[in-house]
């Protein structure tokens, strides 16, 4: 009991230093987190809505007709996503003489870098939520229970793929460069600043249809979730659910497995 209660305590710290080490000696601190994401849709917005003419999918049943919306609720569970792993995965040779110095559990450094950045997601959501609110006249605060549940299985998810690349890295420090290589066109392969109904469903590649092959992508579950819940405002499918779940506890379960076989050797190799 008392180990456990000193490894929470040891993730809580971590978590705090991580956030404080994010903002240090910043002018605007938390308020980059809001300025980020709205950069980002100004951009992606003028480049797909304005010059590419892609037009958001119409909400069902909220009636919702906004790219601005469309995007954002998908595009910050997806930075969390980029963010978390990009960090995570550097997490433990960054501090390698930490390591070398004293024991703890590894697995609390990616966790608590993914930690860190979920509090950052907690904020920018509830920034969201505010703007729906005002800007569209949508009530989606009936909807935090359900958002809140579909963060945390995302934060889960995080977690497990943080693990596995944290560790990886360890060993082979090309990881880090490849994930960066790997982020982006894993973007594009989710509907992020699409809708997904501008995947071909009639086309095939290997007698398998290209839709059937998009969705294998788990952030596809969670794009079509966080849509249903912010744009759509209904609760995704029993079977978007069952997906997510599935999902998240496979890839927790392998990320834990693969941490602790490669966790004894990690002193000598960072």
Known sequence: MLVRF??????INLT????????????????WSVLNPLVAVVVYSAVFSVFLRIQPSTGDPSGLRSYAVFLLVTLLPWQF????????????????????KIWFPRWVLPTSAVLARFLTL??????????????EGHMTFAWIPVLLLLMALQLLFTVGLALMVSAANV???DIQHFLGVALAPWMFLTPILYPLNMVPADREFLGVGYRTLYQLNPMVSWAK???NVLYDLRLPSAERWLA???????????GFWIFHRLEPRMAEEV
């Open 122 to 135: 907690l904020v920018e959501m509830a920034v969201l939520l505010l703007l729906i609110a005002a800007i």
């Open 225 to 227: 979730a966080y849509r």
């Open 16 to 31: 705090r230093r991580d956030l404080r080490s994010k903002y240090k000696r910043s002018a605007l601190g938390w308020t």
């Open 244 to 254: 997510i779940a599935t999902v998240t506890v496979v890839v927790l379960a392998v």
């Open 171 to 173: 060993y082979f420090r």
């Open 6 to 11: 000193l490894q929470v305590d040891l993730l």
């Open 81 to 100: 996503h980029v963010t978390s792993l990009t960090e995570a995965t550097r997490s433990i040779t960054a501090n390698g003489p930490l390591i070398t």
